[in-house]
């Protein structure tokens, strides 16, 4: 018998469908990455068999602890076997000191059944990390300020341990060295760490002032790893992470030499306080798996302080930047009594391209300071052309003088090569320009399309100038890419940068007026002379400080897909970050032009952010009892609005040598200011409970989801975001008025009366009660701020209270309000 099946036109359609995706998903197979998953359950710190009783830490050696880190493993790796497929990943991590969950390495399939999976409250895709001094102590006056309190550099920071996560350490550096002179008298209490050895670190690396290095690969070794530069142990290929440990907790003192040349002295901020080193981004690759791993590492080793000069490639899109799982881990960190300190970031000066989100988190801002390497040409007619370059003069100074040669004039007429800007005028390869024209001269190379795609670098300028043996070389701005920016870098042949094109043409009307040509153009004769002046010199005038451009810029965000703005203000404090000398792997396996020296002169939210760990331990190491927020509010409270000219501090914006007047949005509360944090006055608290409720009222957040990162119900939240008791004030949108309530402890050992003075923002009324008040030792006033609506300005406005005391403390606390229409 013959059965007649009659399919619709529908079905079939969806037939073809279903075989469509079939065929592409097996042609496109998914591509497997790195999760980060949260889960139900105390983490080890904070279960009450085995972590944290009444303020005190766990101790790793405990049956107690123990048996709590195995049940917690057990129940990460029974979950993933009753969830997902056999052979379809790799767990990378198990998270269980301050968060509890995992990491793993598996398909986004995978990841879809892990989140409808019993127990598990987050799924995170890993969206990687990226990384974001000599003068600098005396700039913040530490030498006869904090330092002299702490008995001099010689115990500033003593006992106190300061975690760096970044690229590692380099063991053999002189800023890390153990002097058996200036031994240390007993260990860190409570601190207990590792030293893993690999290569180029064996185990005399940790040598007292190192007192711990572990490394983290799980996460880059999944993705990708090359083991030729990304040295599977804590030793530092880049540089970065010596850098940022140095300006840390550098030891005192250490000569800067480069190119045999002294710049001067290095010091940290805190030299006597340790370095627990924990490598968790590599040359090839960061990961947020293995950064996380750190941090939870970091607090079970207990450290005091932990330094964060790196952040995520990107926020989360489908969810508040707060409850992503990097932040979480800091604000559990946070909770485990560690103060952590992270870079702003390097997106400045854009609005709201803040990269450091949370308010258990202190962001740091970056400045110059008062310090430059002038460099000048002079040229055969007496006219001198200032510069940028850290070279030596050409030889004789500028008694002698050299012919000048337009790298363009020089180029080889029968050369093989393609005439693009790379051979033809900036000076990137040596075979397309005539050695016999060039030999001797000072070169003239032009800033041209390759330096401004990124594809032409200084260093291949430095390489061609070698190899065909320049006297020296110049690198010009070009009209037809404006003003570029020049930073000092170290060459080893006489080199100048000239980076604004009026002075250019200077150098280059000069250049033509004493060159002699046929009527085709060819150069017939080189009559113009020049000398390359001495660079290195330090000069110490002009204003400072002033926000750099680089640095990223408030107002902070909840969201990154919706843009919302956040009752918080970010970013926390300014700090050096601008052309800060210090410690340098010469591997350097990032950065050719650094290769084989021991120092560098770099710049970044990178450099700013160590300046504040090695403050912070000073004024833990000063008052020993002090909670994280209590230390963030002496930072916040005491810093200076103003620049060493007396003038409030500016701020360089978009267009080249341009400064505007800065808000709170460039530089928090100010410049930080080490002496006068020592000794605040009042402090402003927050604890974790506090933080919980902050997460609890943000608007149109999931409280769910609230609820699940921090273990917490959100049976309580605040009134309103902006009342977190943090020592500034934000509101992101006042129609009419808003009361907010804020606490101070006085920490002095004697009663203070306070009165209250308010600079207005724009816009707005600010009324403080009580106006004045005499607060005990010890003892807490409560205040409540009316900040009323007079002129909605749709945009926001700046002032500060400012709290004065009997006793000469002063308290600031700055004020950023968005009025807007009803």
């Given at each position: 018998m013959a059965v007649t099946v009659k399919v619709s036109a529908s079905l079939r359609?969806?037939?073809?469908?279903?075989?469509?995706?079939?065929?592409?998903?097996?042609?496109?197979?998914?591509?497997?990455?790195?999760y980060l998953v949260l889960m139900e359950g105390e983490p080890i710190l904070f279960h009450h068999g085995a972590g944290l009783l009444k303020g005190e830490r766990s101790d790793p050696n405990s049956e107690a602890y123990r048996a709590h880190a195995k049940h917690l493993e057990d129940s990460h790796d029974q979950l993933l076997q009753n969830t997902i497929e056999v052979g379809s990943y790799k767990k990378l991590y198990s998270f269980k000191h301050i968060i509890n969950g995992f990491a793993v390495h598996t398909t986004p399939s995978q990841a879809k059944k892990l989140e409808l999976a019993e127990g598990v409250k987050l799924v995170e895709e890993d969206r990687g990390v990226k990384l974001m001094t000599t003068y600098t102590p005396e700039f913040l006056e530490l030498p006869m300020g904090v330092w002299s309190q702490e008995g001099g550099d010689t115990h500033a920071g003593e006992d106190l341990v300061i975690g760096v996560i970044d690229t590692g350490i380099d063991p053999m550096h002189p800023s890390f060295a153990y002097d058996p002179l200036k031994p240390y008298t007993s260990n860190p209490h409570r601190?207990?760490?590792?030293?893993?050895?690999?290569?180029?670190f064996p185990a005399s690396s940790c040598n007292g002032k190192i007192i711990s290095a572990r490394y983290f690969s799980a996460g880059a070794q999944s993705i990708t790893l090359n083991t030729s530069k990304d040295f599977l142990s804590p030793f530092d290929a880049a540089g970065h992470g010596s850098h940022v440990a140095s300006i840390a907790a550098g030891n005192y003192g250490v000569s800067v030499v480069v190119n045999s040349f002294l710049y001067g002295y290095a010091s940290g901020m805190a030299p006597r306080a340790r370095i627990a080193v924990y490598k968790a981004v590599f040359p090839s690759i960061g990961t947020m798996a293995d950064v996380v791993a750190a941090i939870d590492q970091a607090v079970l080793d207990q450290v005091d302080i932990i330094s964060l000069s790196i952040g995520p490639n990107s926020p989360p899109e489908d969810k508040p930047i707060f409850l992503n799982v990097f932040d979480i881990s800091m604000l559990f960190a946070q909770r485990a009594g560690v103060f952590v300190v992270q870079a702003a970031g390097n997106q400045g000066p854009t609005p709201s391209s803040i990269e450091s989100y949370s308010p258990w988190v202190v962001g740091v801002a970056a400045c110059n300071i008062d310090r430059s390497f002038p460099g000048k040409i002079v040229l055969g007619d007496g006219q001198n052309i200032n510069g940028v370059g850290l070279s030596g003069p050409t030889?004789?100074?500028?008694?002698?003088?050299?012919?000048?040669?337009?790298?363009?004039?020089?180029?080889?007429?029968?050369?093989?090569?393609?005439?693009?800007?790379?051979?033809?005028?900036?000076?990137q390869y040596p075979e397309a320009l005539d050695p016999t024209l060039v030999l001797g001269s000072i070169v003239i190379c032009t800033f041209s399309a390759g330096f401004s795609n990124g594809t032409s670098t200084l260093s291949a300028i430095i390489d061609t100038a070698t190899e065909l043996g320049f006297m020296g070389f110049v690198l010009t701005a070009n009209p037809l890419y404006g003003d570029y920016i020049a930073e000092p870098v170290p060459f080893v042949v006489p080199g100048i940068m000239i980076p604004k094109v009026a002075d250019a043409q200077i150098l280059l009307q000069y250049y033509e007026q004493w060159t002699s040509r046929d009527p085709t153009g060819r150069v017939t004769k080189y009559n113009g002379r020049a000398a390359i002046g001495e660079g290195r010199v330090a000069s110490f005038q002009?204003?400072?400080?002033?926000?750099?451009?680089?640095s990223s810029r408030g107002p902070?965000?909840?969201?990154?897909?919706?843009?919302?703005?956040?009752?918080?203000?970010?970013?926390d404090i300014l700090a050096p970050g601008h052309l800060i000398w210090a410690a340098w792997s010469p591997t350097s396996i990032s950065e050719p032009l650094l290769n084989g020296y021991n120092f560098a002169l770099l710049s970044g939210t990178s450099m700013a952010t160590p300046h504040v760990a090695g403050v912070a331990a000073l004024i833990k190491q000063h008052n020993p009892s002090w909670t994280p927020s209590m230390i963030a509010s002496a930072i916040s409270t005491t810093a200076s609005r103003y620049d060493n000219y007396g003038e409030p501090i500016m701020a360089e914006g978009f267009n080249i040598s341009s400064l505007y007047p800065s808000t709170p949005f460039d530089f928090g509360a100010g410049l930080i200011n080490p002496k006068r944090a020592l000794d605040p006055g009042l402090v402003f608290t927050s604890g974790f409970e506090d933080y919980v409720e902050f997460l609890c009222s943000l608007p149109n957040t999931n409280?769910?989801?609230?609820?699940?990162?921090?273990g917490r119900l959100c049976n309580h939240s605040l009134a309103h975001p902006s009342d977190l008791n943090?020592?500034?004030?934000?509101?992101?949108?006042?129609?009419?008025?808003?009361?907010?309530?804020?606490?101070?402890?006085?920490?002095e050992s004697k009663p203070e009366t306070y009165v209250s003075a308010v600079l207005?923002?724009?816009?707005?009324?600010?009324?403080?009660?009580?106006?004045?008040?005499t607060i005990d030792s010890q003892g807490t006033q409560d205040m409540e701020i009316t900040i009323s609506v007079t002129q909605a300005l749709n945009s926001f406005s700046f002032g500060e209270i400012v709290l004065t005391g009997t006793l000469d403390h002063i308290v600031r606390i700055p004020l950023s309000v968005l009025t807007v229409p009803m």
């Open positions: 359609c969806r037939c073809v469908i279903l075989l469509l995706s079939v065929i592409v998903s097996v042609a496109f197979p998914e591509q497997p990455t790195i601190f207990s760490g590792d030293c893993q050895t690999g290569p180029r030889f004789g100074n500028w008694l002698l003088q050299y012919k000048l040669v337009l790298a363009k004039d020089a180029v080889k007429e029968s050369g093989t090569f393609p005439m693009t800007p790379q051979y033809v005028e900036e000076c002009g204003r400072a400080p002033s926000v750099s451009r680089f902070d965000i909840i969201d990154s897909s919706r843009r919302n703005l956040a009752d918080v203000l970010k970013p409280l769910s989801l609230v609820e699940a990162v921090t943090l020592p500034s004030i934000t509101i992101s949108r006042l129609v009419t008025s808003q009361v907010v309530r804020r606490s101070v402890k006085n920490i207005h923002p724009n816009g707005v009324e600010v009324s403080v009660n009580p106006s004045q008040f």
